[in-house]
T-cell receptor, first 109, second 114 residues
Framework: KNEVEQSPQNLTAQEGEFITINCSYSVGISALHWLQQHPGGGIVSLFMLSSGKKKHGRLIATINIQEKHSSLHITASHPRDSAVYICAVMVTSGSRLTFGEGTQLTVNP | EAGVVQSPRYKIIEKKQPVAFWCNPISGHNTLYWYLQNLGQGPELLIRYENEEAVDDSQLPKDRFSAERLKGVDSTLKIQPAELGDSAVYLC????????????FGPGTRLTVL
């Protein structure tokens, strides 16, 4: 079993829909990251969380430390949001990021 | 401020050939990471440098992969000889130090081995 599990693996939505991507982890962490990867490979950091909730534009990330679960929400989704969204955790016992397998999001116009 | 720079962006080679990837981290970042990302999967750490020292290379296949970070700035990752299964995206990332939780990623090099 992977230390970081994401769901769903693939998600297709219509423009304007509210989107939720989930991440569960099984280890103690010092921080959780949500990353965005567009075709071509480059990864952009969206959020870094250690507790609570963060909001940036149409993106909202939440984390529940007790339940070892985080969600990434996209409000009023747009085709330009189409990308792979990756959850990654910094394990407290080391300085290595452990990544989920990613969620492929496709938003259709 | 310039981000992490990688080159080349794309590389196509035949199996058994050597290949090298180059990474220039963000200025002042002491920690540098090389990751391997297979299609449909998350990145996996190959090696982590603190300045010029490789402090975590446990996942680096040392029979064919090598890396160096001379002078603690730029880094090169080499594969010799390449195999078909090495086709992947190779990502470089940097951070101010190992205790800084955020890493900054380069655009990656997409390697295709024929």
């Amino acid at each position: 079993k992977n230390e970081v599990e994401q769901s769903p693996q693939n998600l297709t939505a219509q423009e304007g829909e509210f989107i939720t991507i989930n991440c569960s982890y099984s280890v103690g962490i010092s921080a959780l990251h949500w990353l965005q990867q567009h075709p071509g490979g480059g990864i952009v950091s969206l959020f870094m969380l250690s507790s609570g909730k963060k909001k940036h534009g149409r993106l909202i990330a939440t984390i529940n430390i007790q339940e070892k679960h985080s969600s990434l929400h996209i409000t009023a989704s747009h085709p330009r949001d189409s990308a792979v969204y990756i959850c990654a955790v910094m394990v407290t016992s080391g300085s290595r990021l452990t990544f989920g397998e990613g969620t492929q999001l496709t938003v259709n116009p | 401020e310039a981000g992490v720079v990688q080159s080349p962006r794309y590389k196509i080679i035949e199996k058994k050939q050597p290949v090298a990837f180059w990474c220039n981290p963000i200025s002042g970042h002491n920690t540098l990471y090389w990751y391997l990302q297979n299609l449909g999967q998350g990145p996996e750490l190959l090696i982590r440098y603190e300045n010029e020292e490789a402090v975590d290379d446990s996942q680096l296949p040392k029979d064919r992969f090598s890396a160096e970070r001379l002078k603690g700035v730029d880094s090169t990752l080499k594969i010799q000889p390449a195999e078909l299964g090495d086709s992947a995206v190779y990502l470089c990332a940097s951070s101010p130090d190992s205790y800084y939780n955020e890493q900054f990623f380069g655009p990656g090099t997409r390697l295709t081995v024929l």
